[in-house]
């Protein structure tokens, strides 16, 4: 029996452009042929994916008329509804047409501006018309070169009347949508606005409707700030903002590279599971594990199945191995030694008694600063369930 292999309950789910990708990087032209939709629906249903995301234009050709998308978006959804597949996000691609060189939603030209709405307009209804839960606003492009070109305090405003303007229009149109916002610190801009997932909570606190936005973070993206993933996410979810996330692998100091899910950093991945799964006891997100990463440029089709296999393979092991560590005897002991509930009520909600009594307090610093915390113990048990020689 092969405990890893995924269902629809794990709620993988992987991009159109993902498995999709055919190779082509800023130095090499494609190496693999574009397979349809419906093949990449297909393959991944039978792989035991739950379903896909796609841009628009993934689906769609960048102005094609409206019969021909008609066509196309049945066709997609006679597949969808044949094998059980869901669109579980959607999103605008304004990155890729030269119309975007100079932003979307930010660009100094307010008609490359209209055009950007006018498209995630017709996005949006996509989305809803495919039943998406959740709508992305990536700003690949919403950043600069040099900075002289606008004032950045400007480029957040055209940004916010964006995302207010499209929380307005599906609240008018009663759709059943809510939007994530995914940061990147740079590439292909040399730097994007909002770099940071840290960024982009404090932004979404400063729109209309905040209860309609939230997050979605990318390991790589993080990664690439030299920033803690686990801790993004750690504070979107106490936040409440977790609405998606997208799950690969990257090594820092490195452009954005999309890597197949724990290839790189192991023991983070591990600790993402961890707090995904909260089997330490913490909330568990619900939501459905999106691989945003792509094969080896070396890889033939035959090797992207590989890779969308090991995605979920590595994801469903990592759970059982937190399942495993935190159920661990040994392991809740040495986290239990750590918290000492007496004096909890204390450090929290002032009250001039609080005060009284925390001043009244006999803490000896150098006493205190004596105790060992057996980190190093819990650590090592930590390496010792991932390379599976505790279970
Ligand atoms: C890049 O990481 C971005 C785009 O691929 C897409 O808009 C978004 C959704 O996952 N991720
Ligand atoms: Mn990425
Ligand atoms: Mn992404």
Redesign the pocket.
């Given at each position: 029996m092969d405990h890893y292999q995924p269902d629809k309950t794990d709620l993988f789910t992987f991009?159109l452009w993902t498995v999709g990708n055919v190779g082509r990087d800023p130095f090499g032209e494609a190496v693999r042929r574009r397979l349809t939709p419906s093949e990449i629906v297909q393959k991944l249903a039978q792989l035991g994916a739950y379903g896909v995301n796609l841009h628009d234009n993934d689906l769609v050709p960048i102005g094609a008329p409206l019969k021909e998308r008609d066509r196309i978006v049945a066709e997609f959804r006679a597949v969808l509804d044949e094998t059980g597949m869901k669109v579980a996000m959607a999103s605008s691609n304004l990155f890729f047409h030269p119309v975007f060189k100079d932003g979307a939603f930010t660009a100094n030209d307010p008609k490359v501006r209209a055009f950007a709405f006018q498209k995630t307009l017709a996005a949006i209804d996509l989305a809803v018309e495919l039943g998406a839960a959740t709508f992305?606003f990536?700003g690949g492009r919403e950043g600069a070169e040099t900075d002289a070109c606008r004032d950045p305090r400007e480029a957040l405003k055209r940004l916010r009347a964006a995302v207010d303007f499209f929380c307005e229009y599906a609240l008018e149109q009663r759709y059943p949508l809510r939007f994530a916002l995914?940061a990147?610190p740079n590439e292909p801009r040399g730097d994007i606005y909002l770099a940071t997932t840290g960024h982009m909570l404090h932004f979404i606190e400063t729109l209309a409707h905040p209860e309609m936005v939230g997050v979605?973070p990318?390991v790589?993206?993080e990664t690439m700030a030299g920033l803690s993933f686990v801790h993004a996410v750690a504070q979107a979810m106490e936040a409440g903002k977790l609405f998606h996330v997208?799950l690969?692998a990257q090594r820092i100091g490195r452009f954005d590279q999309?890597l197949r899910f724990g290839s790189e950093d192991l023991k983070q991945a591990f600790l993402l599971v961890r707090l995904l799964e909260g089997t330490a006891g913490g909330e568990r997100y619900s939501g459905p594990r999106?691989f945003?990463a792509h094969a080896y440029r070396t890889e033939d089709e035959a090797g992207v199945w590989e890779f969308a296999r090991g995605c979920m393979r590595t994801y469903k092991m990592l759970a059982e191995r937190a399942r495993a560590f935190d159920a661990d005897p040994e392991v809740r002991g040495l986290l239990a030694e750590q918290l000492d509930p007496a004096l909890e009520p204390l450090l929290s909600g002032y009250t001039r008694e609080k005060a009284g009594r925390l001043r009244a307090l006999a803490l000896d610093p150098d006493e205190l600063s004596a105790r060992g915390l057996c980190y190093e113990r819990l650590d090592q048990l930590l390496v010792e369930f991932l390379l599976g020689v505790r279970s």
């Open positions: 991009g992305v990536w995914e990147k979605n990318e790589a993206h997208d690969n999309d999106h945003d």
